[in-house]
């Protein structure tokens, strides 16, 4: 298996500019997360998804973050427009089901927002 | 969930036991015990979990103590490969929403 696929995994933008980060988890895990990191706060949970139903999106930090699922197969974190402040590597994970303990990170994607 | 309290880091000599603790002491009894740790650049990667019962798999041991307020991971031969950040975190089964800490950076002596 390949894994959890993220693209693009380096990324650098112009501030107002709109960045999409897609994401394609693990065939047959039905759950799906999209975390952040920087080094003020760590790896935070922004969003995640079962069976492509968004669950919990407290984490997301503002309106100007939306992510979608279409489908079992394929993610979209989308930030418009974006900020400096949002530069940070973004994590996506899967796990089977909402019941399994072990969640399967991508390699990331690192966001520079200039 | 819990909060757990990790040192910040630590260091062992290769091939050494490296012994990692992690304290809990807010768990509560439907709470598991989750170990993460990350490799520089990569993203997190799943250890091992327990409830109350000592676990161990290729990767690692975990020994919980009795009253679930604190456990210990432990990689029995740290080879350089296992220089990383090691995540202590405790949330319900079933519960999705990982709480990532600071962690305990490990680093592997030659």
């Known amino acids: 298996d390949a894994g959890v696929i993220q693209s693009p995994r380096h990324e650098v933008t112009e501030m107002g500019q709109e960045v999409t980060l897609r994401c394609k988890p693990i065939?047959?895990?039905?759950?799906l997360f999209w975390y952040r990191q920087t080094m003020m706060r760590g790896l935070e949970l922004l969003i995640y998804f079962n069976n492509n139903v968004p669950i919990d999106d407290s984490g997301m930090p503002e309106d100007r973050f939306s992510a979608k699922m279409p489908n079992a197969s394929f993610s979209t974190l989308k930030i418009q427009p974006s900020e400096p402040r949002d530069s940070a590597v973004y994590f996506c994970?899967?796990?089977?089901?909402?019941?399994?303990?072990?969640?399967?990170f991508g390699p990331g994607t690192r966001l520079t927002v200039t | 969930d819990a909060k757990t309290t990790q040192p910040p880091s630590m260091d062992c000599a290769e091939g050494r036991a490296a012994n990692l603790p992690c304290n809990h002491s807010?768990?509560?009894?439907?709470?598991?015990v989750y170990w993460y740790r990350q490799i520089h650049s990569q993203g997190p990667q799943y250890i091992i979990h327990?409830?109350?019962n000592n676990e161990t798999n290729e990767m690692a041991s975990l020994i919980i103590t009795e009253d679930r307020k604190s456990s210990t991971l432990i990689l029995p031969h740290a080879t350089l490969r296992d220089t990383a950040v090691y995540y202590c975190i405790v949330c319900g089964f079933g519960n999705e929403k990982l709480t990532f800490g600071t962690g305990t950076r490990l680093t592997i002596i030659p």
């Open positions: 994970a899967s796990s089977p089901d909402r019941s399994s303990y072990e969640q399967y």
């Open positions: 065939s047959g895990h039905n759950s």
């Open positions: 327990g409830l109350k």
């Open positions: 807010t768990i509560s009894g439907n709470e598991y």
